[in-house]
Protein backbone atom coordinates (compact mmCIF):
# COMPACT_ATOMS: atom_id res chain seq x y z
CA UNK A 1 0.00 0.00 0.00
CA UNK A 2 2.75 2.09 0.83
CA UNK A 3 4.70 1.54 -2.48
CA UNK A 4 1.51 2.26 -4.12
CA UNK A 5 1.04 5.40 -2.50
CA UNK A 6 4.66 6.65 -3.31
CA UNK A 7 4.04 5.84 -7.19
CA UNK A 8 0.84 7.87 -7.10
CA UNK A 9 2.76 10.98 -5.82
CA UNK A 10 5.45 10.82 -8.52
CA UNK A 11 2.85 10.26 -11.33
CA UNK A 12 0.92 13.11 -9.95
CA UNK A 13 4.85 15.15 -9.10
CA UNK A 14 5.53 14.32 -13.05
CA UNK A 15 2.15 15.44 -14.43
CA UNK A 16 2.52 18.70 -12.65
CA UNK A 17 5.60 19.06 -14.17
CA UNK A 18 4.32 18.63 -17.30
CA UNK A 19 1.49 20.89 -16.75
CA UNK A 20 3.97 23.50 -15.71
CA UNK A 21 6.09 23.34 -18.81
CA UNK A 22 3.05 22.99 -21.51
CA UNK A 23 1.43 26.32 -19.53
CA UNK A 24 4.40 27.97 -19.36
CA UNK A 25 5.01 27.30 -23.22
CA UNK A 26 1.50 28.12 -24.12
CA UNK A 27 1.77 31.41 -22.37
CA UNK A 28 4.97 32.38 -24.36
CA UNK A 29 3.84 31.15 -27.76
CA UNK A 30 3.83 34.03 -29.90
CA UNK A 31 6.52 35.57 -32.18
CA UNK A 32 7.98 38.29 -33.19
CA UNK A 33 6.44 39.64 -36.85
CA UNK A 34 8.37 41.86 -39.60
CA UNK A 35 6.23 43.80 -42.02
CA UNK A 36 8.29 45.62 -44.72
CA UNK A 37 5.51 48.18 -46.33
CA UNK A 38 6.50 49.62 -49.69
CA UNK A 39 5.09 53.01 -49.43
CA UNK A 40 6.17 55.05 -52.64
CA UNK A 41 8.36 54.57 -55.84
CA UNK A 42 11.57 56.59 -56.01
CA UNK A 43 13.49 57.65 -59.40
CA UNK A 44 15.80 54.33 -58.33
CA UNK A 45 13.69 52.35 -55.44
CA UNK A 46 11.02 52.80 -52.81
CA UNK A 47 10.57 54.02 -49.74
CA UNK A 48 9.39 51.65 -46.87
CA UNK A 49 8.06 51.11 -43.11
CA UNK A 50 9.46 48.25 -41.91
CA UNK A 51 7.19 47.07 -38.42
CA UNK A 52 8.69 44.91 -36.00
CA UNK A 53 5.70 43.42 -33.89
CA UNK A 54 5.98 41.38 -30.96
CA UNK A 55 3.21 39.09 -30.13
CA UNK A 56 4.81 37.26 -27.13
CA UNK A 57 2.38 37.04 -24.64
CA UNK A 58 4.57 37.25 -21.85
CA UNK A 59 8.69 37.79 -23.52
CA UNK A 60 10.47 41.70 -23.84
CA UNK A 61 13.18 42.57 -25.96
CA UNK A 62 15.21 44.15 -23.30
CA UNK A 63 17.80 47.00 -23.50
CA UNK A 64 20.25 47.27 -25.11
CA UNK A 65 17.20 46.25 -27.37
CA UNK A 66 16.88 44.64 -30.70
CA UNK A 67 18.83 44.31 -34.04
CA UNK A 68 17.47 43.66 -37.36
CA UNK A 69 19.67 42.38 -40.02
CA UNK A 70 19.23 41.12 -44.33
CA UNK A 71 20.93 40.29 -47.28
CA UNK A 72 20.04 42.20 -50.38
CA UNK A 73 19.93 40.81 -53.64
CA UNK A 74 21.21 42.99 -55.86
CA UNK A 75 23.09 46.12 -55.39
CA UNK A 76 21.23 48.20 -53.29
CA UNK A 77 22.04 50.32 -50.90
CA UNK A 78 20.09 52.55 -47.89
CA UNK A 79 19.93 56.24 -49.08
CA UNK A 80 18.26 57.48 -45.64
CA UNK A 81 16.57 55.97 -42.82
CA UNK A 82 14.26 57.81 -39.99
CA UNK A 83 13.88 55.92 -36.51
CA UNK A 84 16.79 53.77 -36.59
CA UNK A 85 20.04 53.33 -38.42
CA UNK A 86 22.55 50.81 -39.54
CA UNK A 87 25.90 50.01 -37.25
CA UNK A 88 28.08 49.97 -40.17
CA UNK A 89 28.47 51.96 -43.27
CA UNK A 90 29.86 49.98 -45.86
CA UNK A 91 32.39 51.02 -48.46
CA UNK A 92 30.33 54.02 -50.02
CA UNK A 93 33.58 54.63 -52.31
CA UNK A 94 31.36 54.10 -55.53
CA UNK A 95 29.55 57.43 -54.97
CA UNK A 96 31.01 60.56 -55.76
CA UNK A 97 28.53 63.37 -54.63
CA UNK A 98 25.31 62.17 -52.38
CA UNK A 99 26.71 59.34 -50.16
CA UNK A 100 24.10 56.69 -48.94
CA UNK A 101 23.19 55.94 -45.28
CA UNK A 102 24.93 51.99 -45.98
CA UNK A 103 26.33 50.75 -49.07
CA UNK A 104 26.94 47.03 -47.31
CA UNK A 105 25.40 43.80 -48.39
CA UNK A 106 24.36 42.34 -45.13
CA UNK A 107 23.48 45.63 -43.26
CA UNK A 108 22.44 45.52 -39.48
CA UNK A 109 20.04 48.17 -38.33
CA UNK A 110 19.53 49.55 -34.69
CA UNK A 111 16.51 51.36 -33.13
CA UNK A 112 17.06 55.24 -32.07
CA UNK A 113 17.32 56.15 -28.44
CA UNK A 114 14.08 57.65 -26.76
CA UNK A 115 15.82 61.29 -27.22
CA UNK A 116 16.17 61.06 -31.09
CA UNK A 117 15.23 64.79 -32.07
CA UNK A 118 11.50 64.44 -33.52
CA UNK A 119 12.88 65.51 -37.31
CA UNK A 120 14.28 62.11 -37.05
CA UNK A 121 11.43 59.84 -35.79
CA UNK A 122 7.92 57.93 -37.06
CA UNK A 123 5.65 56.80 -35.13
CA UNK A 124 6.57 53.77 -32.87
CA UNK A 125 10.21 54.16 -33.07
CA UNK A 126 12.78 55.69 -30.85
CA UNK A 127 12.40 53.24 -28.27
CA UNK A 128 16.61 52.09 -27.53
CA UNK A 129 15.32 48.97 -29.00
CA UNK A 130 12.81 47.91 -26.08
CA UNK A 131 9.77 45.73 -27.72
CA UNK A 132 7.28 44.99 -24.63
CA UNK A 133 4.64 42.24 -25.22
CA UNK A 134 1.53 43.42 -27.67
CA UNK A 135 3.81 46.69 -28.76
CA UNK A 136 5.58 47.32 -32.22
CA UNK A 137 8.72 49.09 -33.19
CA UNK A 138 9.28 50.95 -36.86
CA UNK A 139 11.62 52.91 -38.90
CA UNK A 140 11.60 54.27 -42.94
CA UNK A 141 14.10 53.62 -45.07
CA UNK A 142 14.73 54.34 -48.31
CA UNK A 143 16.35 52.04 -50.99
CA UNK A 144 18.15 52.73 -54.11
CA UNK A 145 19.47 50.66 -57.02
CA UNK A 146 16.75 48.98 -56.52
CA UNK A 147 13.13 47.79 -58.75
CA UNK A 148 11.61 50.64 -59.10
CA UNK A 149 7.73 48.87 -59.93
CA UNK A 150 5.93 45.70 -58.28
CA UNK A 151 7.42 43.19 -61.10
CA UNK A 152 11.10 44.85 -60.92
CA UNK A 153 11.69 45.07 -56.98
CA UNK A 154 12.97 42.05 -54.89
CA UNK A 155 12.36 41.14 -51.48
CA UNK A 156 15.38 41.27 -48.83
CA UNK A 157 16.72 37.33 -48.07
CA UNK A 158 18.12 35.44 -44.83
CA UNK A 159 16.34 37.68 -42.72
CA UNK A 160 17.71 37.74 -38.43
CA UNK A 161 16.49 39.08 -35.46
CA UNK A 162 18.70 39.53 -32.60
CA UNK A 163 17.82 40.27 -28.90
CA UNK A 164 19.86 40.47 -25.63
CA UNK A 165 19.94 36.52 -24.27
CA UNK A 166 17.77 35.78 -26.87
CA UNK A 167 17.51 33.63 -30.16
CA UNK A 168 15.16 33.73 -32.91
CA UNK A 169 15.14 31.92 -35.98
CA UNK A 170 13.73 33.59 -38.94
CA UNK A 171 11.30 32.35 -41.91
CA UNK A 172 11.49 33.17 -45.72
CA UNK A 173 10.74 36.28 -46.50
CA UNK A 174 6.72 36.67 -48.03
CA UNK A 175 5.05 38.34 -50.39
CA UNK A 176 1.18 39.07 -48.49
CA UNK A 177 -1.54 41.05 -49.08
CA UNK A 178 -0.49 44.91 -48.96
CA UNK A 179 -1.34 46.62 -45.38
CA UNK A 180 -4.30 48.75 -45.51
CA UNK A 181 -3.80 52.19 -43.17
CA UNK A 182 -6.67 54.73 -41.86
CA UNK A 183 -6.01 58.06 -41.91
CA UNK A 184 -5.92 59.82 -38.14
CA UNK A 185 -9.33 61.39 -38.89
CA UNK A 186 -10.37 57.93 -39.67
CA UNK A 187 -12.33 59.30 -43.27
CA UNK A 188 -9.81 57.61 -45.53
CA UNK A 189 -7.91 54.18 -46.10
CA UNK A 190 -4.86 53.92 -47.70
CA UNK A 191 -2.92 51.06 -48.82
CA UNK A 192 0.99 49.86 -49.18
CA UNK A 193 1.99 49.36 -52.56
CA UNK A 194 3.53 45.75 -51.53
CA UNK A 195 3.71 44.15 -48.38
CA UNK A 196 6.16 41.75 -47.30
CA UNK A 197 6.16 39.48 -43.81
CA UNK A 198 8.98 37.48 -42.08
CA UNK A 199 7.76 35.53 -38.92
CA UNK A 200 10.57 34.87 -36.58
CA UNK A 201 10.14 32.46 -33.81
CA UNK A 202 11.94 32.46 -30.45
CA UNK A 203 14.32 29.47 -30.17
CA UNK A 204 16.10 29.42 -26.80
CA UNK A 205 17.47 32.18 -24.32
CA UNK A 206 21.55 32.92 -24.09
Same mark, same amino acid.
Given at each position: ??? &? &??????? &?????? /??????? &???? +??????????????? !????????????? +????????????? =????????? =?????? $???? $??? /????????????????????? #?????? @?????? /???????????????????? @??????? %??????????????? $??? /?? #?????? #????? %?????????????????? !??? +???
Amino acid at each position: MES &L &LSAVIVL &LLVSFS /CFTSSEA &LTRN +KGNITVKWDLMSWTP !DGYVAVVTAYNYQ +KQRSIPSPGWKMS =WRWTRKEVI =WSMVGA $QTTK $QGD /CSMFNENMPHSCTNKPTVVDL #PPKTPF @NQQIAN /CCKGGVLKPGLESAFQISVG @NAGDSVK %TVRMPVNFMFTAPKQ $QYI /CG #PTKKVT #PTRFI %TADKRRMTRALMTWKITC !DFH +KAT
